[in-house]
């Protein structure tokens, strides 16, 4: 799925996108310096498709409002995350890899000479680890991964997709981390009357 045509070596930089609201601050700072952005969504661990779908919808309205192109691939992998037995943090690795995997090969494709990720914006994602396998993947592919320390912005990331009306989610994507979150049974709730 294409949201804008693109163009080969148009962009400066991939930008992974889990979410609108972590892109907002993000895209951002990069408009403000100039940056040409691509925005790529691909995020099989978000779950349920419903989930999925909905989050790729608010991605969409703010890559519209900011006129930034966007390729989503949004397929829903529940399978991989299912009877998971390692530790979170395990799962988690595996998560970030998958992702950013998806996001070098398709920036070697199209000649994109860096990506990054909006995971570099939240405080609850494992940084270390997510510049770890981003910097190992952009080894392996010849391309410069941007490790930018976007979480001083989160929370007026956060501001600006309450003022943009975005949905703003609360819990991080995989079923997992649906049943860690203290907001699950409202979470459930919600997901079933999306699903009727």
């Known amino acids: ?41 691909m995020n099989p ?7 999925n779908k909905r989050r790729l919808e608010n991605l969409m309205i703010l890559t519209r409002k900011l006129d930034l192109d966007l390729i ?11 009877n998971w037995d ?6 988690c690795q595996m998560c970030y890899g998958r992702r950013l995997q998806a996001a070098a090969d398709k920036a ?7 990506f990054s990720t909006t995971l570099l914006v939240s405080p609850w994602q494992d940084r270390d680890a997510i510049v ?16 930018r320390d976007f979480r001083s912005g989160y929370r007026e990331g956060q501001r600006m997709a ?7 989610q609360r819990y991080c994507g995989c079923l997992p ?7 699950k049974e409202q979470i459930k709730l919600d997901l079933a009357a999306l699903a009727e």
């Open 177 to 183: 981390s649906l049943e860690l979150s203290d907001f």
């Open 1 to 41: 799925m294409t949201e804008h045509a693109t163009k080969r070596c148009e962009y400066d930089l991939l930008l992974h996108a889990c979410c609108g609201p972590c892109l907002e601050w993000p895209a951002q700072l990069s408009l403000q310096e100039k940056q040409k952005l691509l925005i790529y969504y």
């Open 132 to 147: 770890a396998a981003g910097s190992r993947i952009a080894r392996q592919a010849g391309l410069v991964f941007v490790d």
């Open 162 to 168: 309450r003022e943009d009306g975005l949905y703003r």
């Open 72 to 82: 989503a691939d949004p397929i829903c992998q529940p399978e991989i995350w299912q």
């Open 108 to 114: 070697v494709e199209l000649g994109i000479p860096a």
């Open 86 to 91: 390692d530790p979170v943090e395990t799962r």
């Open 45 to 51: 661990n978000i779950q349920p498709a419903v989930e």
